[in-house]
Nanobody
Framework: VQLQASGGGSVQAGGSLRLSCAVS????????VTWFRQAPGKEREFVGS????????YYTDSVKGRFTISRDNAKNMVYLQMSSLKPEDTAVYYC???????????????????WGQGTQVTVSS
């Protein structure tokens, strides 16, 4: 399984970006795909997740109402639409996949065996 994140860039506060995660796998719907981010000098943190099968989404409080995760299982793509961006959203964003993570553990990065390379998002004030 390989993941490739793309779509990062520089944007002013209040702007929008859409990140993409291409997943090379036959049955994407069987995988939970989660976005994490790591800001300079900070630990990597959970952003949001699209749970396997039904694709239910979950977000960390700081991005609720601003970020939306969607997936296209036929195209093996997962997206992170980010709106109303803030300077504190500046980070490297990673997508990760797991076939077995349980719902109560989706925020824990150690549950994910497959990771993309990360894409930089910079939000200026």
């Amino acid at each position: 399984v390989q993941l490739q994140a793309s779509g990062g860039g520089s944007v002013q506060a209040g702007g929008s970006l859409r990140l993409s995660c291409a997943v090379s796998i036959r049955t994407l719907r069987s995988y939970t795909v989660t976005w994490f981010r790591q800001a300079p000098g900070k630990e990597r943190e959970f952003v949001g997740s699209s749970f396997r099968n039904g694709g239910s989404t979950y977000y960390t409080d700081s991005v609720k109402g601003r970020f939306t995760i969607s997936r296209d299982n036929a195209k093996n793509m997962v997206y992170l639409q980010m709106s109303s961006l803030k300077p504190e959203d500046t980070a490297v964003y990673y997508c990760a996949a797991s076939s077995g993570v349980i719902l109560s553990e989706i925020t824990k990065e150690y549950n994910y065996a497959y990771w993309g390379q990360g894409t930089q998002v910079t939000v200026s004030s």
